[in-house]
């Protein structure tokens, strides 16, 4: 059946008593099954795995991926196939919960591949994993303590679209009604995905076929696929045959530069867009194509000891203060451009409202758990940054109140366009904490990432509970969901993040080296990093950190970041760049970028081709099935290449 929904006007002049009531008799399914011990099992495992797939996409790429959509039809194909084998299939609102569950978990990865992150690379020495995982657990059950109350006013009584759930809402009400062939389609489709991905990342995984050749089968040598598309053309200049390229006098090589196999990043590129895509194209080749060399040929950026250069030297040294320079800039853009989402955030609290009875605190999350809960966890947190990380305890009280203000903000953009903006936010928190303590790095990186990511998910955990409210779920019952999924991210991210990053390293190893490579650029933590070095440097010890010639690059990338913005916001659609995605091409490995392009525009391509075209089979497959074709091939690959690191560190 279609989607009950208010009008416009009923929203408008209705109160939330009202509103409530009518949810209760028109929208609530009391009755039907919804956390029940398979949804609950269902959703940690689906969101353990989708939690690691978040993790290695996000450490190359900077940005985590909503998993809810993912969730749902895997859920929903699987129970459904083990319907035709007897068991009871799984009810609308059991697989509401159980995306409720992994999606939670799946928000887990973000402190991993930013505030945390930055935070070893600043140190020099891993943090010791008890503590990442249980700081990780409290931020993420702030999230929930936070996000329920604010469900009340931004759900409950302004009725906001929050469109990825809202879509998600869709789809399962879809799934569940009279186009359930649809969703098996789906399911389909994303499995072959997969299978296509993980296959190719099989044979292309050295480590993989370096056990099973040498190991299992007792061969003196092993093969791979290569993964480098240019692996034949270098055999042969190895040979003398053909020459290597070079700019500047260095191999290109040596700047990262060379195309890779690699379809998680196609992926996602599919899933950014074109516009993302090719800003990201516009930055690598400004970046690593035309200013890299030039600063390299007037001696800006200087070799290593050995004579050669890498991509990550070039980066460390130079490249990456205008990349974020030019981020910073348009993101702060982005978020002050929009004052009336700012002013809407907090507008809400000081109209007055009727009051009336709340019919609905028999389902509710009681708001007293919320009320004593921030403060009890928000303690809990505020001792864990001063005994872990050496915060002061009146500048991590100072990071409580601040919650409240970043997360009304993050939910009101959350709710009108689906993003959440965690890197613009998290900028304030640095910038206000590093001038208070300017000596002390970790202060402003870990005061921000609390009040960042408490900000961000409870944002995107509202438009988790969206979906619930559209099909009529226990909220009360969701919120337990949501503990759960945290719990499962993370027992799943904490170790994979010490195995996929932190194996090699040893101690007196110089950490951001081993971490940062070839394969995991870790953008979003550099970007912290970055922000806390000159913010901790110049309000310290009054000078710049970095050499004349990349302040003056970071000027220049400042105004053009800004004027670029502007004209994107004031165009709205109609501009083709992004400037945030420009940064991210240069401090995102080539390889990636390229892959991300090439994805971007193979989805670019087929939508031109299909979006006029419906009913026909390719608009079935490349238009209304991309979002399951790109999560297979993320979730294939980066479950293949996390196994192939696996390998290496236990079996070779």
Not at 24 to 34: A, D, H, I, S, Y
Not at 273 to 288: K, P, W, Y
């Amino acid at each position: 059946m279609a989607l009950q929904h208010l009008t416009e006007e009923q929203v408008r002049t209705w109160t939330r008593e009202q509103k409530d009531r009518w949810w209760l008799e028109n929208v609530f399914r009391g009755n039907m099954p919804q956390l029940t011990f398979r949804s609950a099992i269902t959703g940690f495992l689906l969101g353990g795995i989708l939690s690691a797939t978040n993790l290695y996409v996000g450490a190359k790429t900077g940005w985590t991926l909503g998993v809810g959509i993912t969730s749902v039809i895997l859920a929903f194909s699987m129970f459904k196939i083990l319907s035709r084998l007897g068991a009871r299939d799984m009810s609308l609102l059991e697989n509401n919960c159980m995306q409720s569950i992994a999606t939670a978990a799946g928000y887990m990865t973000g402190p991993l591949i930013s505030g945390m992150a930055a935070y070893m690379m600043v140190e020099n020495r891993p943090m010791a994993w008890p503590r990442m995982l249980l700081f990780n657990v409290v931020l993420s059950l702030l999230g929930v303590l936070v996000a329920f109350p604010m469900k009340r006013r931004f759900i409950n009584d302004e009725q906001q679209p929050f469109p990825e759930g809202r879509a998600c809402g869709v789809v399962l009400d879809t799934l569940y009604t009279s186009k359930a062939a649809v969703g098996l389609y789906k399911a389909k489709v994303l499995a072959y995905a997969a299978l296509i991905a993980g296959g190719l990342k099989f044979v292309s995984g050295e480590n993989i076929m370096n056990f099973l050749q040498m190991k299992v089968i007792g061969l003196r040598g092993f093969w791979h696929l290569p993964e480098r598309l240019d692996a034949w053309y270098y055999s042969l200049a190895d040979a003398g045959r053909l020459p290597i390229p070079r700019l500047a006098g260095a191999d290109i090589r040596q700047l990262g530069l060379f195309p890779t196999l690699d379809l998680a990043m196609f992926g996602a590129g599919g899933l950014m867009g074109i516009r993302a895509g090719t800003s990201m194209l516009v930055g690598m080749i400004l970046n690593f194509c035309l200013i890299v060399p030039w600063m390299i040929a007037i001696g800006e950026i200087a070799p290593r000891a050995d004579g050669t250069f890498s991509r990550i030297h070039i980066l460390n040294t130079w490249a990456l203060w205008w990349g974020i320079a030019i981020m910073v800039t348009a993101a702060l853009t982005t978020l002050f451009a929009k004052p009336k989402i700012i002013l809407s955030a907090f507008s809400g609290f000081f109209k007055k409202q009727e009051r009336g009875r709340d019919v609905v605190a028999h389902i509710e999350l009681p708001l007293w758990i919320s009320f004593l809960g921030v403060p009890i966890i928000g303690a809990l947190g505020v001792w864990m940054m001063h005994a872990w990380f050496g915060v002061r305890i009146d500048l991590g009280i100072l990071a409580i109140p601040l919650i409240l203000v970043l997360t009304l903000i993050a939910a009101n953009s959350t709710a009108l366009t689906g993003i959440t903006p965690t890197g613009s936010l998290s900028k304030i928190p640095q910038f206000l904490f590093g001038t208070l303590h300017p000596r002390h790095p970790p202060t402003n990186l870990m005061t921000a990432l609390m009040s960042t990511e408490v900000a961000s998910n409870a944002s995107n955990l509202l438009m988790d509970i969206k979906p619930g409210y559209m099909l009529g779920a226990k909220p009360r019952q969701q919120a337990i969901g949501h503990c759960i999924g945290i719990v499962a991210g993370a027992l799943a991210s904490t170790p994979l993040f010490y195995l996929l990053f932190l194996s090699d390293y040893r101690p007196g190893m110089n950490l951001q080296e081993v971490m940062i490579t070839d394969q995991f650029g870790f953008p979003s933590a550099l970007q912290w990093k970055g922000v806390s070095d000159l913010v901790a440097a110049v309000f310290s010890e009054g000078r710049s950190p970095i050499a004349q010639s990349a302040v003056l690059a970071m000027g220049i990338a400042a105004v053009v970041g800004l004027v670029l913005e502007i004209v994107r916001i004031a165009r709205k659609k109609g501009f083709p760049l992004s400037p945030l995605a420009i940064g991210l091409g240069v401090v995102i490995p080539p390889d990636s970028t390229l892959a991300m392009f090439a994805g971007a525009g193979f989805f670019w391509l087929m939508r031109r081709r299909y979006e006029q075209r419906p009913g026909t089979p390719g608009h079935m497959l490349w238009i209304e099935t991309q979002e399951p074709i790109c999560a297979g091939l993320i979730a294939g690959a980066a479950l293949i290449g996390i196994t192939d690191v696996l390998v290496r560190v236990f079996l070779l």
